[in-house]
């Protein structure tokens, strides 16, 4: 099965979109410069070393703990040599994990930073990943139609709730186009209205 898509989202910066495994899990390649970075090596290692191919991995960003979002990571670490990176507080679960990162930290691609954003509720370390604002790869945090499951734990929906809305919707504009660990890509303004409705409903 071929990427879903490759394109350009910045001045040299290219994003390939491919479904992995059996969850249909969204791996994403940023490439520029010569360099690459891989945001979840979910499964199917062989198509994501082929996508990688020649050019070789810097890094890998790892969005979250849950097991359908790295079962090829060791596989294509020991390949490439990429770091293997993600949030402290789900690192332990990952396994392998050679560096890890916090709220506010930045991941470069080709010259291209990756801000890291903290969004806690889905587990305690999911991550963000905002490209100039305007890119979010927003794991399984953020989805078109709500935010990520917690599982009937209202405190872990209250604070998913809450980052959401004020680390995303309320610093980004409703152009920014964000990509989940599943499924489609949406943008904030398509979203945005439906926010109160996600609080209401609890899920």
Excluded: C
Excluded at 65 to 89: F, I, K
């Amino acid at each position: 099965m071929s990427p879903e898509y490759s394109r350009a989202i910045g001045d040299g910066l290219t994003l390939t979109k491919l479904s992995v495994g059996p969850m249909d899990n969204n791996a994403y390649l940023l490439s520029a410069g010569g360099e690459q970075l891989l945001i979840d090596a979910a499964n199917d290692a062989g198509r994501l070393l082929e996508l990688i191919g020649p050019a070789g991995l810097r890094a890998v960003v790892t969005t979250h703990r849950h097991s359908d979002h790295w079962q090829a990571l060791a596989e294509v670490v020991r390949v490439t040599g990429a770091e293997s990176l993600a949030h402290a507080d789900d690192a332990v679960e990952i396994p392998v994990v050679t560096g890890t990162l916090a709220d506010g930290d930045t991941v470069e691609v080709g010259g291209h930073v990756l801000e890291v954003i903290h969004v806690v509720g889905h587990t305690p370390g999911s991550i963000v990943l905002s490209y100039r604002g305007e890119h979010l790869f927003t794991g399984d945090s953020l989805f078109p139609g709500g935010v990520g499951n917690t599982r009937g734990v209202k405190e872990n929906f209250a604070s998913l709730i809450d980052d959401v809305e004020h680390k995303l919707f309320g610093r980004f504009a409703d152009g920014t186009v964000f990509y989940p660990g599943h499924g489609k890509d949406s943008t904030l303004g398509a979203e945005r209205p439906s926010l109160p409705q996600w609080r209401a409903r609890g899920w």
